[in-house]
């Protein structure tokens, strides 16, 4: 175990399953102190608990449509612990995946509804969980000085996206919804800056998790997916988890505003 995020109290919303799952673990391997979010509970928190101890995690319920549930998380995330170091906004959505059989969905055949749903877990969900952890930010102290000197008061990670980077054809909402995560990541990093806070977000390319089985719905599905990528191959869960770790890190002490992307070379081409 290593100890770069030794004692930081992390939230992680989307945390029962793939990406945030994997970073739930991997920031308690580092030292973090734990808060999964959910819609519910996999147990994550209890594999936490066995391996690192008591008081290491805990689950909290959270419907990211639902501010008040947001404003309730980040309450009850510095009632547990003591203060908010760390946002990681994970949870997410793709409606195309109902469309997968036909190829993917366009603009004007694109149920409305599916818009407004993509937008609201995806965009205004992230916005939301900004905004409650960066009031929660701005009125704590700030850590102990780093090896730059700065004493910083939090990290937020969000989830992009490759295609928040480049286009995706037939995908109206998911495309829109991640692009605009891209734009309030660097709109943030540029207002927090002066607070020291870092913005930073992980734009991850086709990953082998439970979000990747609403588009592969094969094996040569997920076949072809991966050889989307130069590097041959998808993702791990893992692979954005240690990304994560390194944006909450000392280490990235003069990263902010950064979309990282994470994806066997898939946007070079």
């Not at 195309?96 to 036909?102: F, I, L, P, R, T």
């Not at 980077?165 to 709109?187: D, E, F, I, L, R």
């Not at 002066?194 to 992980?202: E, G, L, P, S």
């Not at 869960?237 to 994560?244: I, L, S």
Request: proline share 3%.
């Amino acid at each position: 175990m290593d100890q770069r995020l030794q004692d930081r109290i992390a939230v992680i919303t989307g945390a029962s399953s793939g990406i945030g799952k994997a970073t739930a673990l991997r920031f308690a391997n580092s030292g973090a102190r734990v808060v999964c979010a959910d819609l519910k509970s996999s147990g994550v928190e209890d594999e936490i608990v066995k391996k690192h101890g008591d008081g290491r995690a805990t689950f909290t319920q959270c419907d990211v449509t639902q501010e008040s549930q947001i404003e309730n998380l980040v309450h009850e995330a510095v009632k547990w612990g003591g203060r908010l170091d760390i946002m990681c906004n994970y949870a997410g959505i793709a409606t195309e995946g109902a469309h997968v059989s036909k190829g993917g969905v366009r603009a004007h055949d694109c149920p409305t509804e599916d818009f407004d749903r993509t937008l609201a877990i995806n965009t205004r969900g992230v916005f939301l969980c900004c905004k409650y952890a960066l009031k929660q930010m701005l009125v704590q102290s700030p850590r102990e000085p780093n090896a730059r000197g700065d004493r910083t008061r939090g990290w937020i990670v969000n989830a992009a996206s490759i295609f928040g980077m480049v286009g995706a054809a037939n995908t109206p909402c998911y495309s829109t919804s991640k692009h605009a995560v891209v734009g309030m990541t660097k709109q943030m990093a540029l207002d927090y800056a002066k607070d020291r806070i870092h913005v930073n977000a992980v734009c991850p390319g086709f990953v082998k998790s439970p979000f990747l089985d609403a588009w592969a719905k094969s094996p040569e599905d997920e076949a072809q997916m991966a050889a989307f990528h130069p590097w041959n191959g998808l993702g791990r869960p893992e692979d954005v988890a240690d990304a994560a770790v390194f944006l909450c890190s000392d280490e990235a002490a003069w990263v902010t505003g950064h979309s990282m992307v994470i994806d066997g070379a898939y946007t070079c081409q």
